[in-house]
């Protein structure tokens, strides 16, 4: 599922819509971060181009750079996305960071730091094959967890009337 489309998600809870049905394919590709993942393919695939013009260009030292801005720029992506889709009372709510979809935001900043890892020829795993290799492994496992986490949150955060 994409940023959008969890943003999208994510403005239906806050405004009383109904979710759609969790299902399998939903659960599993709800924290895939199609978007930023799109951003960042490009950029690592463009830096050994840069060191056959630039002899002390280092693509690896600057790959791990890039990884970890998209890790960090990758929440409030999100966020942004989140905002455009906001109907206005709700983008009035975010103006206070205390109403921000925080653990949305932190689960796409699990969700990108996973996947990006799992991306062919990354800078952060680039000489460890088996370490790549867990990583394919384990991103769609972390985007399983993280839906199953996120229900467990959703239903925490809205108490009972009796119980309150």
């Known amino acids: 599922m994409g940023l959008e489309r969890m943003a999208n998600q994510a403005i239906k809870e806050e405004t009383g819509g109904t979710p759609p049905q969790n299902q399998v394919l939903d659960f599993l590709t709800k924290y895939i971060p199609g978007e930023v993942i799109a951003l960042y393919i490009p950029v690592v695939a463009v830096l050994p181009a840069i060191k056959k013009l630039e002899d002390t260009f280092d693509p690896d030292v600057a790959g791990k750079w890039v990884y970890w801005m998209f890790v960090i720029a990758s929440p409030f992506l999100f966020l942004f996305i989140y905002a455009i889709k906001a109907e206005r009372d709700e983008l009035l709510r975010l103006r206070n960071p205390l109403n921000w979809p925080r ?15 799992a991306v062919p020829e990354n800078p952060i795993l680039k000489p460890n094959a088996l370490a790549a290799l867990i990583a394919g492994i384990l991103a769609p496992i972390v985007s399983f967890f993280l839906s199953g986490v996120e229900l467990i949150v959703n239903k925490l955060r809205t108490v009972p009337p009796d119980v309150a």
């Open 103 to 117: 653990f949305r935001m932190a689960a796409t900043f699990i969700a990108f730091a996973v996947w990006a890892l």
